[in-house]
């Protein structure tokens, strides 16, 4: 009798252990996700700085022409934002 209600008990509490680590598994990865998407959108609508092109000209084609990297303001916004969300994330 005890052999069969300890293989009752042991069995059924891996059984739930196994299916609410599997919850918090899934649960976390889609936050994972989530804040990716954030800081995607984030560092997408960011406004774009003057050019920062620190090769020799000459290597990169074009590269006075454009604009690289982000403005001042905008990385400083998109550093804390990328931040304080992966902290988040990290207190969950």
Known sequence: ????L???IL???SS???THWKQVYFTTRA???RINDICLLITMGAERGPNRCDID?????GCSESETGYSDEA????MLCTRLIR???TFF
Request: aromatic residues 18%; proline residues 0%; hydrophobic residues 45%.
């Open 57 to 61: 000209q000459k290597e990169l084609v």
């Open 31 to 33: 936050i994972q996700g």
């Open 11 to 13: 069995t059924f509490f």
């Open 6 to 8: 300890c293989t009752f």
């Open 16 to 18: 739930q252990a196994f």
């Open 87 to 89: 902290l988040s994330h």
């Open 75 to 78: 990385e400083k916004l998109v």
């Open 1 to 4: 009798y005890q052999l069969t």
